[in-house]
Nanobody, 120 residues
C-alpha cells in the first residue's frame, strides 16, 4: 500500500500562482509514475501532468507552459507549480502514484484531493 498526503491549494486570483505538494509513503519501490489529476464539478478526472521515476514528464495541452511538475525521489515527493492560473483551472486536484510491476501490471493510489479555486 502507498499513502499520499497532499498540501497546497486554495483561492487565488486569475494570473496568480499556487504550488501543490504530495508526499508518498509506504511500499515504494521499483518503477513508478507520480502525477496530478484534476476534476471539476460535472467533469471527469483528467490528467494534468505526470513524471516518471527517471524524470520524464508530460503535460496536458491546457497547462503546458504554465505548470511545472517536479519530484524528489529521495523524499518521495511530487510538486506542481502552477503559474498564470485561469478560472478554468478551478478544480479538485488529486495526487496519483502509479506503481508499475515488472510484469507490466500497474496499481494506482490516490490522495484525498485539494481544492484549487481561481477567481476572475
Amino acid at each position: 500500500q502507498v499513502q499520499l498526503v497532499e498540501s497546497g491549494g486554495g483561492l487565488v486570483q486569475a494570473g496568480g500562482s499556487l504550488r501543490l505538494s504530495c508526499e508518498a509513503s509506504g511500499r515504494i519501490f521499483g518503477n513508478n509514475v507520480m502525477a496530478w489529476y484534476r476534476q471539476a464539478p460535472g467533469n471527469e478526472r483528467d490528467l494534468v501532468a505526470g513524471i516518471t521515476s527517471s524524470g520524464t514528464s508530460n503535460y496536458a495541452d491546457s497547462v503546458r507552459g504554465r505548470f511545472t511538475i517536479s519530484r524528489d525521489n529521495a523524499k518521495n515527493t511530487v510538486s506542481l507549480q502552477m503559474n498564470s492560473l485561469k478560472p478554468e483551472d478551478t478544480a479538485v486536484y488529486y495526487c496519483n502514484f502509479r506503481s508499475i510491476h515488472w510484469t507490466g501490471r500497474s496499481t494506482d493510489y490516490w490522495g484525498q484531493g485539494t481544492q484549487v479555486t481561481v477567481s476572475s
